[in-house]
C-alpha cells in the first residue's frame, strides 16, 4: 500500500533562513512518481514538482531544490533564503501509476516565515 | 490557459440537507479528481472519472454522496444528506490522462460547513 509521511507538522523559521521539509514515502511499485504541492491560505493546491523514480537527479528551480533518494525513500523539499510569500502548508504526494494514478498525500508541514 | 473552476467557494448548510458542488477542468483534459481535504489532513481522493466513466469510486461513500460526469468536461459532486463529518473541502483536479503519473492540477476548493 502507498503511503506518504510528514513527520514536521509545522515549521517556523525567519526571513532568509533555508528551511527543509522531509518527506518520507512507502510503496511496492518500482514504477512510481512523486510530487510536491503548495497550499497558500487560499486554499488551491499548486503543484510545485513532478518526479518519477527512475529519475534520481537532484533538481533546482529558483530558490526551491530537491533531493530524491531512492535508497532512503525520502524526497525532501529545500527552501534557500526563505520569504514571507513561502508560508503556507506544503504537502508531498506519492501516485501509483499501475493502478488507477491516483495520488496519497502526506498530511502536510505548514511553514510559517517570520519578517 | 483557465485553470480548474470550482463553485461555490463557500457553502454552509444545514446536517441532513443537500448540497451540489460544480468542477470545470482545464481544457481538454481527459481525466478528472474528486477530493475531500478534511482540516488538518491531506486530500483523500473520492473518484476519479475519465471521460465521462468512472476509473475508481472505492473510496466515496456511495450511500450518501454522488457524482457525474455526463458529456465527459465539467462534474458535480452531489451530498444527500450530509452529515457533521462531511465539513471538509472539496478539491477539484484534472489531468491530460494521456500517460499515467501525469500531474493533476487542482481548482480552489469548496469550503463545505455543516452545522
Known amino acids: 500500500a502507498q503511503k506518504v509521511t510528514q513527520a514536521q507538522t509545522e515549521i517556523s523559521v525567519v526571513e532568509k533562513e533555508d528551511v527543509t521539509l522531509d518527506c518520507v514515502y512507502e510503496?511496492?511499485?518500482?514504477?512510481?512518481?512523486l510530487f510536491w504541492y503548495k497550499q497558500p491560505p487560499s486554499g488551491e493546491l499548486v503543484f510545485l514538482i513532478r518526479r518519477n523514480s527512475f529519475d534520481e537527479q537532484n533538481e533546482i528551480s529558483g530558490r526551491y531544490s530537491w533531493n530524491f533518494q531512492k535508497s532512503t525513500s525520502s524526497f525532501n523539499f529545500t527552501i534557500t533564503a526563505s520569504q514571507v510569500v513561502d508560508s503556507a502548508v506544503y504537502f508531498c504526494?506519492?501516485?501509483?501509476?499501475?493502478?488507477?494514478?491516483?495520488?496519497?498525500f502526506g498530511t502536510g508541514t505548514r511553514l510559517t516565515v517570520i519578517p | 490557459e483557465a485553470g480548474v473552476a470550482q463553485s461555490p467557494r463557500y457553502k454552509i448548510i444545514e446536517k441532513r440537507q443537500s448540497v451540489a458542488f460544480w468542477c470545470n477542468p482545464i481544457?481538454?483534459?481527459?481525466?478528472l479528481y474528486w477530493y475531500q481535504q478534511i482540516l488538518g489532513q491531506g486530500p483523500k481522493l473520492l473518484i476519479q472519472?475519465?471521460?465521462?466513466?468512472?476509473?475508481?469510486d472505492s473510496q466515496l461513500p456511495k450511500d450518501r454522496f454522488s457524482a457525474e460526469r455526463l458529456k465527459g468536461v465539467d462534474s458535480t459532486l452531489k451530498i444527500q444528506p450530509a452529515k457533521l463529518e462531511d465539513s471538509a473541502v472539496y478539491l477539484c483536479a484534472s489531468s491530460s490522462g494521456a500517460w499515467k503519473g501525469d500531474t493533476q492540477y487542482f481548482g480552489p476548493g469548496t469550503r463545505l460547513t455543516v452545522l
Open positions: 504526494a506519492l501516485s501509483d501509476p499501475t493502478g488507477a494514478n491516483n495520488l496519497f
Open positions: 472519472f475519465q471521460n465521462n466513466g468512472v476509473v475508481d
Open positions: 481544457s481538454g483534459h481527459a481525466t
Open positions: 510503496t511496492r511499485d518500482t514504477t512510481y512518481y
